[in-house]
């Protein structure tokens, strides 16, 4: 009989209360002002993708710092041009977070230094790692999933996104 009693007892407590009970009272205290808010602060800015010009930087200027992805054309008004172009300012935040910097170069007789080195031909987008090799060479545009994804696939990016892992 007390064993019954115990048991219907612990079930009723682990009901909880009724639902016609009020809900319990907590009191408050004032809040200060300071404690409310936090100080705001200027929000940063979003970091922007750095698109340079071919005549802007030379190659070795991003050896080890960044991965240039270099577009070439023959006039800046290709088709080819001005869809990757899009493409890539549309796809920003990808780009930024994989350390990318694009450079465009659509002025053949200006022969850059991208150019001496590159050699391309028309349309052409370049994916150069941080080491200064040369990894994708694609002779249409790229979206910049596609973009993405060979970029993961380098073992300098495979070996940052491991430290990204073990630091956090």
Known sequence: MKLKLLMVAMLV???GPAREAPPPVVEAQPARPEEVAPPQSEP???PELRILSATEAEPA????QARP????????NDPAFR???RALEAGAG???ERDVVVIADSDPAANSAWRQQLHPRGFSLVIIDKDGQVKQRRPLP???REISRAIDK?????QEIGRAGLVR
């Open 154 to 158: 380098l073992p300098l990016r495979r």
């Open 44 to 46: 940063a800015a979003p």
């Open 61 to 64: 200027d991003f050896l080890w």
């Open 142 to 144: 790229w979206d910049v």
């Open 83 to 85: 869809e990757q172009m």
């Open 94 to 96: 990808a780009l930024i």
């Open 69 to 76: 992805v270099a577009v070439f054309a023959d006039t800046p």
């Open 13 to 15: 407590a682990g009901m």
